[in-house]
């Protein structure tokens, strides 16, 4: 079984600041998606990166793919309390098959 | 264009009856998803269908069936409510086996269902 992992779990940063949510996996992957969740609301799809290497970049957040070591980041930049979310990273195995990780709660504070 | 519509968004069940959740998409998207999101475990996959007419089982398919009714349904049923079935559930579509290399989920609103 493939399996997900995030850390952290929790993330409470002050606004302007950088930081790097973390996303490992445990088997080989086609693509790995980033996601975002506002409280109470549905996911909404941020990233897809398809190959190592692959970087992907929109606003403050960007995206990277290192598929030797099986690792994902998500990095913020200069964070703003707009991004407060829920952010998903997901693998998928033979096209349909989905794994999510856990979750990184993030709360940007003033 | 609505994209991916769930009913219903809120549910209370007794331990034992019976429901279906109905999850509709105007997208032309061949594949659809049914999940369940708990607190501290993410999403999880409980079944899926890669076209109208198959299903294939996901993470976590006990206590639950589904119905790929055409192209635009994909209904979520359960028999007999336990408890542990308490979750947010949610459902998404793709484009996936279209000729598209990726695989992006959109989600419907979420169907809240507490089993007591």
């Known amino acids: 079984e493939l399996k997900v992992e995030q850390n952290p779990l929790f993330l409470s940063m002050q606004e302007g600041k950088n930081y790097t949510i973390y996303c490992n996996y445990s088997t080989t992957s086609d693509r790995l998606y980033w996601y975002r969740q506002d409280p109470g609301k549905s996911l909404e799809s941020l990233f897809v990166l398809l190959s190592n290497g692959a970087v992907k ?28 979310a829920t952010y998903f990273c997901a693998v998928d195995k033979g096209g349909n098959q989905f794994y999510f990780g856990t979750g990184t709660s993030l709360t940007v504070i003033p | 264009n609505a994209g991916v519509t769930q009913t219903p968004k809120f549910q209370v069940l007794k331990t034992g009856q019976s429901m279906t959740l109905q999850c509709a998409q105007d997208m032309n998207h061949n594949s659809m998803y049914w999940y369940r999101q708990d607190p501290g475990m993410g999403l999880r996959l409980i079944y899926y269908s890669a076209s109208e007419g198959t299903t294939d089982k996901g993470e976590v398919p006990n206590g639950y069936n589904v119905s790929r009714l055409n192209k635009r349904e994909f209904s979520l049923r359960l028999e007999s409510a336990a408890p542990s079935q308490t979750s947010v559930y949610f459902c998404a579509s793709s484009e996936w086996g279209q000729g598209i290399a990726k695989n992006i989920q959109y989600f419907g609103a979420g169907t809240r269902l507490s089993v007591l």
Do not use: C, F, N, P
């Open chain 1, 57 to 84: 970049q929109e606003g403050r957040l960007m995206a990277s793919l290192d598929t030797k070591a099986r690792l994902s980041t998500l990095h913020i930049t200069a964070a703003v309390h707009d991004l407060s």
